[in-house]
């Protein structure tokens, strides 16, 4: 089965910039899309940035132009590189996986524990 753990997360102020990566264990094929999720203070849980082994991504409105998603198939990991950090940026944020291309990233079967990543103004 497969097993998703996150690290990177911390406190930064405005403008900072954290990377994220989501390790994943178990049996990972190539046609899997991940991505990040993450669920600030009183929001709902949003889809902030997937990607595919067929070179897709996707970003959500209030990422793009500041975060990249990645993934090193050697290594199994999936990373999100965060670069001008705002404070409504502050979440727990989630990797997820699931079979299919970027586009089908909507119910993810496997989720990880999550990192908190804080901004302060």
């Known amino acids: 089965q497969v097993r998703l753990v996150e690290s990177g997360g911390g406190s930064v102020e405005t403008g900072g910039s954290l990377r994220l990566s989501c390790a994943a264990s178990?049996?990972?094929?190539?046609?899997?899309?991940m991505g990040w999720f993450r669920q600030g203070p009183g929001k709902e849980r949003i889809m902030v940035a997937a990607?595919?082994?067929?070179?897709?991504?996707n970003y959500a409105d209030s990422a793009k132009g500041r975060f990249t998603v990645s993934i090193d198939n050697a290594k199994n990991t999936l990373y999100l590189q965060m670069n001008d950090l705002k404070p409504e940026d502050t979440a727990i944020y989630y990797c997820?996986?699931?079979?299919?291309?970027?586009?089908?990233?909507?119910?993810?079967?496997?989720w990880g524990q999550g990192t908190r990543v804080t901004v302060s103004s």
């Open positions: 178990g049996y990972v094929h190539d046609r899997y899309a």
């Open positions: 997820a996986a699931e079979y299919g291309p970027v586009s089908a990233l909507v119910d993810p079967d496997y």
């Open positions: 990607a595919d082994n067929n070179g897709r991504s």
